[in-house]
Each structure stands twice: as C-alpha cells, then as structure tokens.
C-alpha cells in the first residue's frame, strides 16, 4: 500500500479533480445563462463584459480546458503510474502543470470577457494565452512520456497506453496547427479546412483518446475482468487513429473548400463510425452478464450511459455528415444537440464516473449518499436527453424552415418553444450536477476510514 | 497476426511515429495542406487593397452622423476605410457575431434565392477573413450578402436595440457601442462599415 500511495500522486488527482468539478459548475452555469438570451429574458443585457456572445465561448471553453482537461489530467494522472508501474516524472512538474492550467483557464474567461477572443470555434483562448497553452502541453507530455516509455521497454504496451501516447502528441500538434496557422498565414476556404479540423480534432484527438484510454482502464479493472477481444481493440485504436485526423471539414460543408476534401471527410467521418462500433461491441461484450451492476455498481452505471450515449451520438455523426442530410441540419440547433451529447452525454458522464470510483480513495471516506448519487445520475440522465431531444427537432424544424424559404424569423420564433425546453433541461443538469458536487462535499464531512474503501467494494455483491 | 508484429506495433515507438506523428501528418496533407495549394493561386488581398475604392455606405455614415463620424475618423478615405473595416472585423469576433452569423452561401436547400449568388472560394481570399469567419451556426441569417440589403441608419438602430426595427428579434443590444445621448462611437461606425462591406462586392 505504501508503495502504491508513492507511485500515484493522490493530492495531484484530487487537486485536478476539484479544479474541474469548479469549471464544471462555472461552465454550465454560463451555459444556461446563455440560454436565457434565446427566451429574450436575458438577465444581463445591455453591459459588455457579460454580453450574450462572450459568455457563450465562457461556456465552451470553461468546459473543454477548466472542466475536461482537468477531469482527463485528474484520471491518467491515476491510470498511468497504475498501468505502467512507475510514477509520473515529477510531482513538482505536476504542480506547476497544475497551476499553469488553472491560471491559463482563468486567463482565458478574463479574456474573452475583456474582448480578445480568437475567432476559431473551441480555440477562442486569446492569442496571447495560446503560446503559453503549446508549452503547457508540452509540459504534460514530458511528464507522462516517461513512465509510459520504461514500461513499453518491459513488454508490449497496454491499449490505454495507445491512446494516451497518441493523445499527448496529437494534442500538441492539433493546437499549433489550429491556433496559429489560420490566424497568422492561411485565410479563407483554405483557412476554414484548417479550423474544420481544428474543431474536431479537438475533441477526435484530445478528449476522445484519453475518454477511451481511461475506460480501457477503469472497466476491466471495477469488473475484474479483462477486455473482451484484443483484436477490436487493435481495429479501434488504429482506425481512430488514421480516420480521426482526415474527418474534421465535415464542419464546413458545402462550403467554398474544394470539393475533394468534403468528400473524404465525409468517407472519414462515416467509417470512424464503424471503428467507434469495434470498440463499444468489445466492452459491451466486456460487459456482458453485468446487469446488476448497472443498478448498484455507481461508476459502472456513469460508464454504460455514457457509451450507449456515445454510440448515439456516433451513429448521428454517420447519417448527418452526408451532404444529402447537410443541406436539412447544417447550421441549426440539430449540430447543438449532437455537440452536447458528445461532450456531456459522453466524457463528462465518464469522468463522472471516474470521480464516483477515486473520490472515496483519494479522500479516504466513504460517499455521503447513494441517494444523492442516485438524483445526480437521473437528473443528469433525463435533462441530458431532453435537451438532445428538443434541440433535434428545432434543427429539423430551422432547417425545413429555411429550405421553404419562410422568413427568416420564423425560423426564430418557432424555436421559442424548443428553446425554452433547452433551458428547462439545463437547468435539470446543472442540479444533477450541483447534487453530485454537494455529495463530493458533504462525503468530506464524514469521518475517515481510515484507508481508503471504495463504493465498489460497499454497493456491488460478491 | 504473427507475434514480432503483434509486439511491434505494440510498443510506444511505434505508437508515437506512426500513429501519432505520422497519421497526423497524412491528415495534414490531404485535409489541410491539400486546399491551401489549391487555393495558393488566388492572391490575398490586403485591406489597403479592399479599401482602395470607399463606398457609398461610408461616406453615407460620414454625412448623416458629422460630428461622430470626424471625432472617430476625421473624414471618409480609402485609409480610414481600412481602419474601419479592422476595427469592425475585430469587434464581429470579440463580440462573437460569428457564433450565430454564418458567412457562407451554400448552393442547396435554396440559400441562392433567399441570401444571393453562392460563395466562391476566391471571395475569402483577404486579409479580412484571417482567420476565415463561415461560422458554423445560423442562429441568425447569414451575412455574406448582407452589404446594401439594410440601410446605414437600420443598422445604427438595430445593433442598439435589435428588436426595436426586428420585431421578435433575440439578438442582444450592444449600447457600449453608443455614447450616452445613444449616438454612435467609433465601434458602431466600424461594425456597420464591416458588415456594408460583407458581399459588396456582389452588389455591383
């Protein structure tokens, strides 16, 4: 146990952890107030460092580098020395990765607020936090690489492995070439082909990888039971490794971009949809005869939803990259549903997921109650799929809107009712949220035990 | 699979060169590199070069608000022209316009009737689209056509208070572009000349 408490830097995770649960709330929290502009009840209108527009990339970018990029750190920062066997470079690196990430998040809210936003979809970081963010994450790489090269010199890696090293250089390059190329060089269509995949690449390169690399961890790991099938693992991880790089123009269809290039990413985006298959059928099938623990097994549960959620979104992603449904979806709020059950309904539910197994660990207590467990997950759950609901069908209705030429602002006005559900639902996710929070709290509260037991171990039988 | 392989592919080497490097890369230069070769031939046009000619939206702002407009530019030329088509650019992106404003005609779904003639990649080819600004969402129309379909004083009215001209409307108010009296600043000349400016080029 001694050993183990050395080679994971607890205060790291749990640092990380809280930091995220933090831009969680934020990040939401600018999220539905941003809603409130769609219903003309904007709260703050008329003064500028909360106008609608600015608040909107707050939103985004509180959740992509505060809420995910901390929640992700927080769980390889477990799984790596874990997998490997031997810790990370430096616990002081880390530390000062970690403060670095905070005030960088922090820098880019105060930023974006003050007026100087980049003009690049999820890279709105001011220019003059973008250099600072390259060496940030050449930081990161610096201080996972290590264990991760001693351990390949062992024996043959292990699929999270995979991920997590492809992740950590990918997300150098993607944020070079996405931030600065169209910024400083390359305007135009050619520009946007840049951005497109800057967009996705993002989310394909960054968040994707290591959501996975983590599961592939977690999983076997809580069921005590190895992967289903190397061979899907291999297909999943080579394909998402050379389709995600080629599909990220699918953002910009029909667009200016010379036609070849929407194409391909088309073909891309559609076979990246058979490769995300490969991988839920191999830990569906991981899973199988676990029934039970979607009912008592609590980061399970986090897990399941998320990839049945992620293979929603993915089967989404096939349909509505073709140019026959681009010419319906393209640019109304059907592209805001699918955004959002990707990047709640998925990674945020993994992470969750993740905190609901390490929390008891980190802080050595047990959780304060599974019924606050139980009203965060539903809460979060059905707001989630409301809202992916309601902002589907106002995109249909936007897109069929525009295609027979009515006003322009009917298409407004019969949104109303959609977006009024959308605030409702986001309301509903952020008490979920709020709940699960006020549990990580209240479990602080309660006396330790001492050495750290895990809800696993109290909630599932056998 | 036999087991060299299977070990080979598995180690963090060829992980990193491979899949890490060297897919990114294929990527790169089919999805990326691809279109800016293609597109290489259409020169870039500066904003001096845009501005070289002012139109009459300008100089239309410079008679109907005197006083803002010589406290703000002086008087409707080519050079400011050019410094207000930035500053209306830099306040279209740190206002986030382009979250809810697309900049580009699509060829379907009959965006030539309703907006105008569809966007070619040559129209993006300037200073003033670095970086580009299509835009990935229509909360509100798109604006590639715009120039000439609004007056200047619609404009003047609708970035105070849009639905005082929009009724309905749920875009948000930008006052700090206005003094107290509600008269135009700097900022209001400049967005109004950069979003004259978005298609006049299809307006002759």
Request: with cysteine; hydrophobic share 50%.
């Amino acid at each position: 146990m001694n050993h183990r408490g050395e080679l994971v830097y607890y205060n790291l995770v749990t640092a990380h952890i809280v930091a995220g649960v933090v831009f969680l709330v934020v990040g939401l929290g600018a999220g539905f107030l941003y809603s409130l502009q769609f219903l003309n009840s904007y709260p703050l209108g008329g003064v500028e460092f909360f106008s609608p527009g600015r608040i909107r990339m707050l939103h985004t970018n509180a959740i992509a580098y505060g809420w995910l990029v901390n929640g992700l750190l927080a769980g390889i920062y477990w799984a790596v020395p874990r997998i490997t066997g031997y810790p990370v470079l430096s616990r002081t690196l880390g530390w000062v990765i970690f403060f670095v990430l905070q005030i960088l998040v922090l820098l880019t809210a105060g930023g974006i607020l003050r007026g100087y936003a980049q003009a690049i979809e999820w890279g709105e970081t001011p220019l003059f936090v973008d250099p600072f963010i390259t060496l940030g994450l050449i930081l990161i790489a610096l201080n996972f690489i290590p264990p991760i090269l001693r351990a390949s010199r062992d024996a043959p890696m292990y699929v999270s492995l995979w991920y997590f090293t492809g992740a950590l250089v990918w997300v150098i390059l993607v944020y070079i070439m996405g931030n600065f190329v169209p910024q400083y060089y390359v305007p135009g269509a050619a520009g946007a082909a840049i951005v497109g995949n800057f967009i996705h690449d993002l989310v394909g390169l960054l968040v994707t990888p290591l959501g996975w690399g983590l599961m592939y961890f977690f999983v076997p790991v809580i069921l005590k039971r190895p992967i289903w099938s190397h061979s899907l693992s291999l297909m999943g991880f080579w394909g998402l490794a050379f389709f995600y790089p080629m599909q990220g123009l699918h953002h910009y269809m029909w667009s200016p971009v010379p036609m070849y290039v929407q194409y391909s990413a088309v073909v891309a985006t559609i076979a990246i949809e058979i490769v995300v298959t490969t991988v839920l059928a191999n830990f569906f099938l991981t899973l199988r005869g676990c029934g039970d623990f979607l009912r008592n097994n609590y980061p399970i549960r986090w897990f399941y939803t998320g990839m049945v959620f992620y293979w929603i979104t993915c089967l989404q992603c096939a349909i509505q990259v073709t140019l026959t449904v681009q010419k319906v979806i393209h640019f109304t709020d059907w592209v805001v549903g699918h955004a959002h059950l990707v990047m709640f309904g998925v990674f945020s539910f993994w992470l969750m997921g993740i905190i609901v197994e390490l929390w008891p660990r980190l802080t050595r207590r047990e959780w304060y109650s599974n019924t606050l467990h139980g009203w965060a997950y539903w809460l979060n759950t059905i707001g989630l799929t409301v809202m992916f609901l309601a902002l589907t069908m106002a995109g249909l209705v936007q897109g069929f809107l525009w295609w027979g030429l009515n006003p322009f602002m009917d298409s407004v006005r019969f949104s109303i009712p959609f977006w009024f559900v959308r605030t409702l639902s986001g309301g509903m996710i952020i008490a979920g949220v709020v709940l699960f929070v006020l549990n990580m709290y209240l479990s602080l509260q309660t006396e330790t035990t001492g050495e750290g037991r895990t809800l696993r171990a109290q909630t599932t039988a056998g | 699979m036999d087991a060299k392989t299977d070990i080979l592919i598995e180690r963090f080497g060829f992980v990193f060169i491979v899949a890490g490097v060297g897919f990114f890369i294929l990527g790169f230069i089919f999805q990326m590199l691809g279109p800016v070769l293609f597109l290489g031939n259409i020169p870039i046009r500066s904003v001096e070069e845009i501005a070289h000619e002012v139109p009459w939206q300008f100089r239309d702002l410079a008679e109907e608000y005197p006083e803002e407009f010589k406290r703000a530019f002086g008087s409707p030329t080519p050079e400011t022209y050019a410094e207000a088509l930035r500053l209306g650019r830099d306040i279209y992106i740190r206002e986030g316009c382009w979250h809810c404003h697309s900049q580009y005609v699509r060829p379907v779904a009959n965006e030539p009737l309703r907006y105008g003639p569809v966007s070619t990649a040559s129209e993006y080819q300037n200073e003033l689209q670095l970086p580009q600004l299509f835009g990935t969402r229509r909360v509100g129309p798109d604006l590639i056509r715009e120039a000439g379909v609004h007056s200047n004083d619609w404009h003047i009215a609708h970035f105070y208070d849009p639905p005082s001209v929009e009724p309905g409307s749920i875009m948000p108010g930008y006052p700090w572009f206005y003094d107290e009296d509600g008269r135009p600043k700097k900022e209001a000349l400049s967005i109004v000349t950069f979003v004259q400016w978005l298609g006049s080029w299809e307006r002759r």
